[in-house]
């Protein structure tokens, strides 16, 4: 089992930044890729950016430019800095990990519980 937790979501104006971080603990495990999701009320969840092992990353077309995802594997840690904020930003940010666990060949997929990013105008 995998637990992931998230930081960083608040209130900002529109053109501020935020950092978002989420840290993975438990069980052993090798990370295949980690990325960041979010929803907005009324809305459907849907990909923010994420990034493979191999440093490879994708983007939302409606972030891109402006957002910028980053991780340090020595802490387990997946990050998003987001930069020129916008209102349509507003959103229930999720954490979302690809792993697999010591002893497995299987992919397991691990969420955090979410951070709420408020962007004013």
């Known amino acids: 089992q995998v637990q992931l937790v998230e930081s960083g979501g608040g209130l900002v104006q529109a053109g501020g930044s935020l950092r978002l971080s989420c840290v993975a603990s438990?069980?052993?495990?090798?990370?295949?890729?980690m990325g960041w999701y979010r929803q907005a009320p009324g809305k459907q969840r849907g990909l923010v950016a994420r990034?493979?092992?191999?440093?490879?990353?994708n983007y939302a077309d409606s972030v891109k430019g402006r957002f910028t995802i980053s991780r340090d594997n020595a802490k387990n840690t997946v990050y998003l800095q987001m930069d020129s904020l916008k209102p349509e930003d507003t959103a229930v940010y999720y954490c979302n990990w690809e792993v697999r666990e010591y002893g497995s060949k299987s992919l397991m997929e691990y969420w955090g519980k979410g951070t709420l990013v408020t962007i004013s105008s």
């Open positions: 438990g069980s052993t495990f090798s990370v295949n890729a």
């Open positions: 990034i493979s092992t191999g440093g490879s990353t």
